[in-house]
């Protein structure tokens, strides 16, 4: 398809244009975050009581509290925090509305003046300004002022379910790799289901962000190494005390 300037510009596909990306984004944020903390946490949690002791019992108690806590604590997290944030667009959204409905010919100078701001001549600003206002007003100022779409006001409720979710997914596989084998495998086998884990989702997150595949695995499984051999050795040390 044409124009009589020439072909329409096509998107490049790995380039984020398509409507709704916000929305998108938060459901990627609190589901990396999510998972890579219900692995970390819960890791940390059974690993640890299991260099304290080799019973089942208590490895798995203290293993289903910090999933159940810690998905609870996730959705809570993220639902007052994206909450704070969709209330502070929500309201952004309205005194837009109502300075376009109270003084329009200001908004509409003000929306010429942002466009000649980022260069065009007074003239084509005038221009672009009135033919984006008799378009849509409101999403013209909301896009040029806040950089704010009406329609991808992020939810905290679907922040909050996407991650409570992904942190109980992610719980589930140090749950059962601490779970499942015999006692002298147990925490060598969660070792490495946990860094591998770590790897993949920092693969994923990179991959999805566009950034460097390599560093983000890095960051998580030396951060995941890290707490894991933590938790173990303060739990055999206070195994071998007698304390625990």
Do not use: C
């Amino acid at each position: 398809m044409s124009t009589a300037s020439g072909p329409l510009p096509v998107p490049h596909t790995d380039e984020p244009h398509q409507a709704g990306l916000a929305q998108r984004l938060n459901w990627l944020r609190a589901g990396v975050l999510g998972a890579n903390d219900g692995i970390v946490s819960v890791a940390a949690i059974v690993v640890g009581v299991a260099g304290a002791t080799s019973e089942l019992s208590p490895i798995l108690t203290a293993g289903v509290a910090g999933l159940v806590g810690g998905a609870i604590s996730m959705a809570l997290g993220e639902y007052v925090s994206v909450s704070s944030q969709s209330d502070s667009e929500r309201a952004l959204i309205a005194k837009e509305k109502r300075e376009l409905r109270e003084m329009p010919q200001e908004e509409l100078r003000e929306l010429a003046g942002l466009y000649e701001a980022k260069g065009l001549s007074p003239e084509t600003a005038r221009q672009v300004a009135e033919e984006l206002t008799a378009h849509d007003p409101v999403a013209a100022h909301l896009s040029a002022e806040l950089n704010i779409d009406e329609t991808d006001v992020v939810s905290a409720w679907h922040a909050a379910v996407a991650s409570a979710i992904a942190f109980t997914i992610g719980a589930l596989l140090p749950m059962l790799a601490i779970l499942l084998p015999p006692a002298p495998w147990r925490v060598p086998v969660t070792f490495v289901a946990v860094l591998l884990a770590l790897a993949l989702t920092g693969w994923i997150s990179a991959h999805l962000g566009g950034s460097s595949k390599t560093r983000a695995m890095l960051r998580v499984v030396i951060g995941g190494a890290i707490a894991l051999a933590a938790t173990y050795g303060i739990g055999s040390l206070l195994g071998a005390t007698g304390v625990a």
